[in-house]
């Protein structure tokens, strides 16, 4: 199983980038997927999760109303649209899936993880 993450790279404040991630190996239609981020010194944290049954959506405060995670069941493929960009969502970004249907906002929960993609967001 893959999951190819792209999309990132150098955006100014305000801006905007839409991530992708694509799967292979197995099909997430029916499965939880999401995006997390580490930024340099912190810990891992979540940013977004669409389950695979209902197709429900979960983010934290943080990135709330900024940011929008989509998928296209059909091609097996995961986005993120990220808007007004803020220096503080700099970071290295992963797509992961889950064996899980009902949306999770766990590392834990995820079990298949992507190589991650750079975004850096310059003031």
């Known amino acids: 199983v893959q999951l190819q993450a792209s999309g990132g790279g150098l955006v100014q404040v305000g801006g905007s980038l839409r991530l992708s991630c694509q799967a292979s190996?197995?099909?997430?239609?029916?499965?939880?997927m999401g995006w997390f981020r580490r930024a340099p010194g912190k810990e891992r944290e979540f940013v977004a999760a669409?389950?695979?049954?209902?197709?429900?959506?979960r983010y934290p405060d943080s990135v709330k109303g900024r940011f929008t995670i989509s998928r296209e069941k059909a091609k097996n493929t995961l986005y993120l649209h990220m808007n007004s960009l803020e220096p503080e969502d700099t970071g290295v970004y992963y797509c992961?899936?889950?064996?899980?249907?009902?949306?999770?906002?766990?590392?834990?929960?995820?079990?298949?993880w992507g190589q991650g993609t750079l975004v850096t967001v310059s003031s």
């Open positions: 190996g197995r099909t997430f239609r029916y499965n939880t």
């Open positions: 669409i389950s695979g049954d209902d197709g429900s959506t």
């Open positions: 992961a899936g889950s064996r899980f249907r009902a949306v999770q906002t766990s590392g834990a929960d995820y079990h298949y």
